[in-house]
C-alpha cells in the first residue's frame, strides 16, 4: 500500500515539474512580440527568441505582429464642396512599433484606424470639388497620411501610405462628365484639325515657292551653263579657224604661187562674193590689186596685139544707124567690138592696169566710173580707139 502511494505521489509531482517547466519556457516567432503581466500589470516585452516567464504569476497576452499590415477599408460615402456624394474605397498601410502603446493605450487600433481614416476623409475631401477631388489623389493621400500618423502615433502606429482605390461619382454625374469630355475631344479635334489644315497649306505654299526658287535658279544656272559653253565653243572655232588660216596661209607661202594662180583663184572667188539676192553692194578688197598685178601685164600684151590687129589696113563697111554702131567717130579702123551684156564698159581698162594699187569700190553691172591706172595701159590705140572703149551711149564713161 505505502508503494502505491509512494508512486503515485512521484507521478505527481513529475507532472508538477513539467506543467511548470511549460509555463516557464516561452518561444517568441519571429517580427512578433509578446507582452507579459504579472498580477494584472504590464511587467515586460518578450521580442523574437526563448523567453522564461514566471509560472502561475506572470501571463502573456496574444502575441502581436511587428510586421507592416495592409488593410482595405469598404467603400465611404462622402460629400463633396459642391454637394456631390462620392464613394471612396482606402487602402491603409501601417506597422506597429510599440507593442505596449498598441496594446494598452488603444482597445481596437484597427477599428480605430478605419474610423480615423473616414472622419479625416470626409474632412480633406468636403474642402474640393467633384473636379478637384478627381484630378487631387495624390494631395488627398498625402493629407490623409499625415492626419492618420499624427492621430496613431500615441497608439503605437506608423502608416505608411494611404492610397484611394477608387472615387465613385453617381451615374448621372458620370453621364454629364462623358457628354463634357465628349465635347471637349471634338472641340480638340476640330482646332488640331484646322491646325493641321493650316500648317499643312503654309508647307505647301513654302515648298511651292522653295520648288520656284530652285527652278529659276536652275534655269539661270543653265543659262550661264549653256552662255559659257557657247562662249568656249567660239573661242574654240575662232582658234581653230585661226589655225586653219594660219595652216593655209604657211601652205600658200611654202608653196610660193606666183601671180597668175592668185589672179585666177581671186576672180573664181567673185562670182561667190555677189551671190545672194539681197547683195545689192559688195566690196572689193584693196588686197586684189595686188592680185591683179600679175595677170594686168598679160592683158597689156594682149592689148597691144589687138591695137596692131586694128592699125592694119581693112575694107570701108557701111555705116550704120546712129547710136547702133560699133564706132562712135567718123574715122576709126578696126573691127566692131561689142561689149557684153553684163559687163563694166570699162572693165578691159580695169583689168589691163599697170602695177598701180586700185581703190576699193562697189562694182556691180552697168555701174560707170573711173578706173584708177586704167590710162596707164600698154597699148595706146586700145586705150584711146572709141570703137573699142565706148559702149551704149547709157554705159559710156571715158577712161
Known amino acids: ?40 500589470r504590464y511587467h515586460r ?25 495592409v488593410v482595405s ?20 498601410y501601417f506597422q506597429v512599433t510599440n507593442p505596449k502603446a498598441a496594446t494598452f493605450e488603444v482597445a481596437n487600433y484597427i477599428t480605430a484606424v478605419e474610423q480615423l481614416t473616414v472622419t479625416t476623409l470626409r474632412n480633406v475631401v468636403g474642402g474640393m470639388d ?11 493621400n498625402h493629407e490623409l497620411r499625415r492626419e492618420l500618423d499624427d492621430a496613431t502615433g500615441k497608439w503605437g502606429l ?5 492610397e484611394l482605390k477608387a472615387i465613385e461619382p453617381p451615374g448621372t454625374i458620370t453621364d454629364s462628365m462623358e457628354k463634357q469630355m465628349r465635347a471637349e475631344r471634338d472641340k480638340r479635334a476640330a482646332i488640331l484639325t484646322a491646325e493641321g489644315s493650316k500648317q499643312s497649306a503654309i508647307l505647301t505654299a513654302e515648298g511651292e515657292r522653295q520648288a520656284a526658287v530652285l527652278k529659276a535658279r536652275g534655269e539661270a544656272d543653265a543659262i550661264i551653263l549653256r552662255a559659257e559653253a557657247d562662249a568656249r565653243a567660239q573661242a574654240a572655232r575662232a582658234r581653230g579657224q585661226a589655225e586653219a588660216i594660219g595652216t593655209v596661209f604657211k601652205a600658200i607661202h611654202d608653196g610660193n604661187p606666183d601671180q597668175r594662180l592668185l589672179a585666177y ?28 598685178e600679175g595677170i594686168g601685164g598679160f592683158f597689156g600684151a594682149a592689148g597691144g596685139r589687138l591695137a ?21 567717130g567718123p574715122s576709126g579702123p578696126g573691127p566692131e567690138l561689142d561689149v557684153p551684156v553684163g559687163r563694166h564698159a570699162g572693165q578691159e581698162g580695169w583689168l589691163a592696169s599697170s602695177g ?37 551711149p547709157e554705159m559710156r564713161t571715158p577712161i
Do not use: C
Request: aromatic share 4%; charged share 15%.
Open 356 to 392: 598701180r594699187p586700185v581703190h576699193d569700190g562697189a562694182v556691180g553691172d552697168y555701174e560707170g566710173g573711173p578706173v584708177p591706172g586704167a590710162a596707164d595701159a600698154g597699148a595706146a590705140p586700145f586705150n584711146h580707139d572709141p570703137p573699142l572703149m565706148e559702149g551704149p
Open 73 to 92: 477599408f469598404p467603400p465611404q460615402p462622402v460629400i463633396t464642396k459642391d454637394n456631390l456624394v462620392v464613394s471612396i474605397d482606402t487602402v491603409i
Open 158 to 162: 506608423r502608416v505608411g501610405r494611404v
Open 308 to 328: 596692131d590687129q586694128l592699125a592694119a589696113p581693112a575694107p570701108p563697111r557701111p555705116s550704120g544707124p546712129s547710136g547702133n554702131s560699133g564706132n562712135s
Open 130 to 140: 467633384l473636379e478637384t477631388t478627381l484630378t487631387s489623389r495624390d494631395q488627398i
Open 45 to 69: 516585452t518578450l521580442n523574437a527568441g526563448l523567453n522564461m516567464v514566471v509560472p502561475f504569476i506572470d501571463r502573456l497576452l496574444p502575441l502581436i505582429d511587428l510586421r507592416e499590415q
Open 1 to 40: 500500500m505505502s508503494t502505491l502511494v509512494t508512486i503515485i505521489l512521484l507521478i505527481v509531482f513529475v507532472a508538477l515539474v513539467g506543467l511548470v517547466v511549460a509555463r516557464s519556457v516561452r518561444i517568441v516567432p519571429q517580427a512578433k512580440a509578446g507582452i507579459v503581466e504579472r498580477f494584472g
Open 265 to 292: 583663184q581671186y576672180l573664181q572667188m567673185l562670182p561667190q562674193i555677189a551671190q545672194g539676192d539681197a547683195n545689192k553692194v559688195w566690196i572689193v578688197p584693196s588686197e586684189i590689186s595686188r592680185a591683179l
